[in-house]
């Protein structure tokens, strides 16, 4: 009697990524997205369901997906970093939206739109077509060149990613920036996908001397973008003073008591916000400011609504052909023009500021200022920073309750001072507590 043979596992062949089969719920999905294409269009639906099923399933036998965020080999990029990029973009493109009213995100144009554009421009695929289908293609087409719809999709997503490589950039530790993209096919699904290498730039430093102390200072800068090599933040010397005959220049340096005074009293935003506002200060808005000593400071702004909002200055000296940022300045430091009313209207001392924890952003967070008249005739009557805690509201998926605690022992602070003005030292003893 013949022994059974073992028969071997037959290994499927590898086909071609082109011809493989979609599933029906995944062409089901992208004829429902085509059509809702078409209508943001200006093109009659119809239009799309006069190709037959046939030609339907080749449009979308080989998908274009949103592009994957990964390290350009011999860059270091830690993986929650790629992963933040890659999640933030992923949510990015699904709220936002290419046409609202016929509900079309920027992620139906990324893999539907741009697969589309890609399969209206085969020679291989328009040849199948009736007369009819062709005048639709050639209608479609013309509309994407004239729009420059398949630019618009990679500015979307490129914008997106260059602020993520913002956020997560430090000047005294690392700066990223964007390799050229390129496309693959993947080996395990019918899709082609982008790909953005994400490269570093090691921070450039120097030493400077301020005081008769030697100093370090880094590099504020933008990493690579593209095609683009790492830029440099620079300032005209005539936007720090307008009448000034030279139009040099300036390298923008940031010395480390800055960053970390930056992070100390910027202490509610999350840190890639962080890093983003000081970026866009130093390198992008450069709104230049007087001081109310004629110290010339730069603002510190944070995008709210559609307008640039100050939530600090940063103090600096210009050395040679580099302007060197020396400290953040919180927003009602007595140095800064709004700190200089609430010094003028309430008399406080900086030591008062301090105490109550007004140099600190999260003072505007915690302390329910509608509570304390005195405080919010000036900060919010005159000086208009209610602004501030919508800033931090607009970055929460929820309004955060104020520190009830903190905002009576603020509260008790300015109705002692009421009673008893000048003695700032005593009221201050009495309010004492160790557990704030």
């Known amino acids: ?43 009659d639906e119809s239009s799309f369901d006069s190709f037959t099923k046939r030609q339907k399933q080749d449009m979308f036998r080989i998908m274009i997906m949103p592009p994957r965020i990964q390290a350009m080999p011999g860059h270091k990029v830690p993986k929650p970093y790629l992963h933040y990029i890659q999640e933030e973009l992923m949510a990015h493109l699904k709220r936002e939206y290419f046409n609202e009213e016929e509900g079309v995100s920027w992620m ?61 950039s430090q000047p005294n530790f690392r700066i990223y920036g964007q390799g050229s ?6 080996t395990h699904r019918p899709v082609l996908q982008q790909i953005v290498p994400i490269t570093t730039h090691e921070c450039q430093s120097l030493r400077f001397k301020y005081r008769n102390k030697e100093r370090t200072a880094f590099r504020v800068g933008m990493g690579q973008f593209k095609s683009l090599p790492f830029t440099g933040a620079t300032i005209a010397m005539r936007k720090i003073f307008p009448n000034a005959s030279n139009s040099r220049q ?17 202490d509610t935003l999350f840190p890639i916000l962080r890093n983003q506002f000081m970026v866009l200060s130093l ?20 995008p709210c609504k559609g ?21 953040l300045l919180p927003l009602l430091s007595h140095n800064v023009p709004e700190g200089r009313i609430l010094y003028e209207r309430l008399h406080l001392s900086p030591d008062d500021l301090k105490y109550l924890g007004m140099d600190k952003l999260s003072f505007f967070y915690d302390v329910d200022i509608e509570q304390i008249p005195i ?4 900060l919010f009557d005159e000086l208009h920073l209610n602004y501030v805690r919508k800033i ?45």
């Open 250 to 266: 300036l390298d923008i340096y940031v010395q480390s008591h800055a960053i970390h005074r930056f992070k100390e009293r910027i």
């Open 375 to 378: 405080l919010k005739k000036v």
């Open 108 to 168: 139906d144009m990324t893999t539907v739109g741009q697969t589309l554009m890609l399969v209206f421009t085969l020679e291989s695929f328009v040849e199948s077509l009736s007369e009819p289908q062709r005048k639709v293609v050639e209608r479609m087409c013309k509309v994407f060149e004239r729009q420059e719809l398949a630019l618009l999709v990679q500015e979307t997503i490129s914008a997106h990613i260059r602020t993520g490589l913002l956020m997560i």
């Open 283 to 302: 390198m992008i808005i450069q709104r230049v400011v007087r001081g109310p000593a004629g110290m010339q400071l730069i603002a510190c702004v944070a």
């Open 392 to 436: 931090y509201n607009s970055y929460h998926s929820k309004n955060e309750p104020y520190n009830e605690k903190k905002t009576l022992f603020v509260k008790n602070f300015f109705r002692k001072l009421e009673e008893q003005p000048p003695n700032h030292a005593e009221i201050l003893d009495d309010l004492t507590d160790p557990d704030l």
């Open 181 to 186: 993209d390129e496309h693959q096919p993947s």
């Open 1 to 43: 009697m013949a022994k059974n043979k073992k028969r071997k596992k037959v290994q499927p062949s590898r086909q071609n990524f082109l011809v493989q089969r979609p599933s029906k719920t995944f062409l089901d999905t992208c004829y429902a997205t085509a059509r809702r294409i078409f209508r943001a269009l200006n093109e």
């Open 307 to 327: 307008e640039d909002k100050i939530i600090g200055y940063f103090a600096f000296t210009i050395d040679g052909n580099n302007l060197l940022v020396l400290t």
